[in-house]
């Protein structure tokens, strides 16, 4: 079974992947892991690239920072929501 779910990209991610959304399909049983890798193929090495250092992303399951889920290992579900944003600082 493939569900699908909503991807949201913010700031330095619109270069890459030239949209703030998107639809994503995906296995059923598939977590935050898979739907980066699935990204990853989509977008090529830019998207990895910027995507390497978890230190540095803002990763949101629905509203929840996925830290205080499960992580990577976060099992999706039909119709969640998917936010990816970078740590901006500056002065």
Known sequence: MVIAINVKFHGTFYPIVKTD???LELENGATVSDAFAALERR???????HTKRLDYLIIFVNDT???????????????????????????
């Open 65 to 91: 920072e996925y830290r205080q889920l499960q992580g990577l290992k976060t099992v999706l579900s039909e119709g969640d929501k998917l936010t990816l944003g970078h740590v901006v600082g500056g002065g």
């Open 43 to 49: 977008f090529g090495k830019d998207f990895a690239e």
């Open 21 to 23: 959304s998107l639809r």
